[in-house]
């Protein structure tokens, strides 16, 4: 049985190598056994940008990489030139391709599965690999209702499988640290945090309006497309409707088949944020957004806020989204002595600055001595000397083997599901909308 990789660098700064430790041992109680493979056997569902950058981090690339003890088994995808280029990237010859799911959950030779299929299909699909005992690693946001993120959770735990849901910046040691650190009362009470997401497409294409495999400025036959693409499979769950290249290539755009800004980016700030300060579901929420620039035929906003209350911590969370803007918004957590500021956005950040005021009482001697200079950082988070970890798609693989729950588990999973969901209400309603904590449900 494989255990997680040891921590291999030398601590600093006195925490860093206590903040790891706990991320390492933090995990949830052992769920029921079961016997090891020598090679874990993964089956890739949903072949298009998404999914085809995945199946090089556990296949590796001709030059290296990969996820040790792992081995490409079969991949499917309803439209043939991804399934092509996903079989290809999977380098596994004896791999079987796949157009219908369900045949991959009942090919013995899957022992876990990789979901990066539109967001409509994530509730069946997990649902479905659950009952079939396929432990599953699947791309955010996880749903778009509550009640298919209930359903998802139960599936889980009544399967006893390992689930993972993707969020990179678990794995960001920076992030480890820091919230060892805030833990600690470095900042004071946090009161304020902001955080945000800012795309800009290159010029004459705007965000979201990508071709698959293809580049920014090819557009595919539509004749072409649709005898390599079987449409009725792609829509599953969603409203039946005539093709629609739109539709199809740009499925973020529509409501049918995501949640616009709140499943794309600000699922992973507001996971990060949570990670981090472990908020849980937000009290209150109240979402402004709209189309300004972007009015190509899009039903989702270009321009997102989002304002959640955490009013039994304590807390406002603020989100902000352009996709007129190339400019970074780091998350910024601002507590009553000092503020904590990372680099960049929450699945890439490696390093943390924390400063102080000049009115805070914590640090005033320091202030007043010039030990400290009043907004000028008093201490730095390293990335060169910090320990390393799993990577997130380690993590969830590690804890195949020796059957613990991953970092971003069903229960975690069902935080973020909430969060996105309350935003995406309060927006369609136009009103804030309030966490029901016993009905667990949107109000």
């Not at 946001?141 to 009640?147: D, S, V």
């Not at 005021?357 to 060169?384: I, N, T």
Request: hydrophobic share 40%.
């Amino acid at each position: 049985m494989v255990t997680k990789e040891p921590i291999t660098r030398r601590t600093f700064l006195g925490t860093t190598g206590a903040a790891v430790a706990a991320w390492q041992a933090g995990a949830p109680a052992v769920l029921a056994s079961r016997s090891p493979n020598d090679t874990i056997g993964v089956g890739h569902i949903g072949l298009g940008v998404r999914g085809g950058s995945l199946i090089p981090e556990v296949a590796g690339r001709p030059l290296g990489g990969g996820i040790k003890g792992t081995l490409v088994t079969a991949v499917c995808d309803v439209y043939k030139p991804h399934l092509e280029k996903g079989f290809e990237r999977g380098m596994n010859p004896q791999a079987k391709k796949y157009v219908d799911y369900q045949d991959l959950l009942a090919d013995p030779a899957v022992d876990a599965v990789v979901i990066a299929t539109p967001d409509h299909w994530h509730s069946k699909m997990l649902i479905d690999a659950a009952a079939a005992g396929k432990d599953v690693y699947i791309e955010k946001g996880w749903t778009r209702t509550i009640a298919e993120a209930k359903a998802m959770r139960e599936a889980v735990k009544k399967h006893d499988i390992v689930m993972q849901l993707g969020h990179q910046s678990r794995a960001q040691v920076a992030g480890i640290v820091a919230a060892q650190r805030i833990a600690e009362g470095i900042l004071g009470p946090v009161s304020l945090v902001r955080t945000g997401r800012f795309e800009n497409g290159p010029e004459g294409e705007a965000i979201w309006r990508w071709y698959g495999w293809y580049n920014y400025f090819e557009r595919p036959d539509p004749a072409q497309v649709v005898k390599d693409l079987d449409w009725d499979r792609w829509l599953g769950p969603a409203p039946k409707v005539p093709f629609s290249m739109e539709h199809f290539w740009h499925w973020r755009c529509y409501w049918n088949y995501g949640t616009g800004v709140a499943g794309d980016l600000l699922s992973h700030e507001v996971d990060f944020v949570h990670s981090v300060l472990r908020l849980g579901i937000p009290d209150t929420c109240f979402t402004s957004a709209q189309n300004i620039l972007l009015r190509d035929g899009r039903e989702v906003p270009d321009t997102w806020s989002t304002v959640y209350g955490y009013e039994k911590k304590g807390c406002n969370v603020t989100f902000d989204c352009s996709m007129n803007s190339s400019f970074v918004q780091p998350p910024e957590f601002r507590g009553k002595e000092a503020m904590l500021r990372f680099d960049t956005i929450a699945q890439s950040v490696g390093m943390y600055e924390i400063s102080a005021d000049g009115r805070s009482g914590k640090y005033k001697a320091e202030l007043e001595s010039g030990k400290y200079k009043p907004g000028q950082p008093f201490e730095k988070f390293d990335p060169a000397k910090a320990p390393q970890v799993p990577s997130h798609m380690e993590d969830f693989f590690n804890c195949v083997r020796s059957r613990q729950k991953p970092k971003c588990n069903e229960d975690e999973a069902f935080i973020e599901a909430a969060t996105l969901v309350m935003a995406v209400t309060s927006l369609k309603e136009k009103r804030q909308v309030r966490w029901d904590a016993e009905k667990e449900d949107v109000v």
